[in-house]
Every structure is written in C-alpha cells, then in structure tokens.
C-alpha cells in the first residue's frame, strides 16, 4: 500500500517558480516510478512527468521540457516537481502517482497504481 499527499500549490504569476512535493509512504516506494500528472476541467488527464525508483532515469511531456524538473529524496520519502518560468497554460490541479514495479517513467495511466488528492496551481497572466 502507497499513500501519497501532495503540498505546494498555489497562485503565482507568469514567469515565477513554484515547487510541488509529493510525500509517500509504504514500502513500495523505494521501487515505484513517480509521475506527476495534471487535468484541467474539461480536459483529459495529462502525463507531466516521472522518474524511475532508482531515480537514474526521468521523462518529461513536451509542453514542460526544458521548465519543470522531477527529483526525488529517499531520506524523506518525497518525489519533487520544480517549475519555473511558468505559464497560464500551467494552471490546473496537479496530482502525483507510483506506479507499478517494473514499469518506468512512461505516460501510460494503467501502469500508476497509486493516486495523491492533488494540490492546485494557479499562474496568473
């Protein structure tokens, strides 16, 4: 069993940083891919980015290459997602996710087992 909690959110405006945490427990984390994922209203769930449980490996959607940066720190049990220069089009909710052992870093929702409440962002114009 995985339990995750995100924390970070909030309001910004265009071109500032913010850096979401995603705070997991079970024993299952060490092993798990961590992905961040985000949905709009309206709009499909979509893949942001993730890191393989070894944390030797990232993968990162088009849109965020280049701005937001996956990271993670085994001693507190926490996976990161760093963004800077960020854009209106970045607003929504953003949730973290583990996924199954074996399977790492990709886009595929069927392959993340586990799913935070997510924690909201907000990017002024």
């Known amino acids: 069993q995985v339990q995750l909690v995100e924390s970070g959110g909030g309001l910004v405006q265009a071109g500032g940083s913010l850096r979401l945490s995603c705070a997991a427990s079970?024993?299952?984390?060490?092993?798990?891919?961590m992905a961040w994922f985000r949905q709009a209203p309206g709009k499909e769930r979509e893949f942001v980015a993730a890191?393989?449980?070894?944390?030797?490996?990232?993968n990162y959607a088009d849109s965020v290459k280049g701005r937001f940066t996956i990271s993670r720190h085994y001693a507190e049990s926490t996976v990161y997602l760093q963004m800077n220069s960020l854009k209106p089009e970045d607003t929504t909710i953003y949730c973290c996710a583990a996924g199954r052992p074996g399977y790492c870093c990709g886009s595929y929702i069927g392959a993340y087992d586990y799913w935070g409440q997510g924690t909201r962002v907000t990017v002024s114009s």
């Open positions: 890191i393989s449980w070894s944390g030797d490996s990232s």
């Open positions: 079970g024993r299952t984390f060490s092993r798990s891919t």
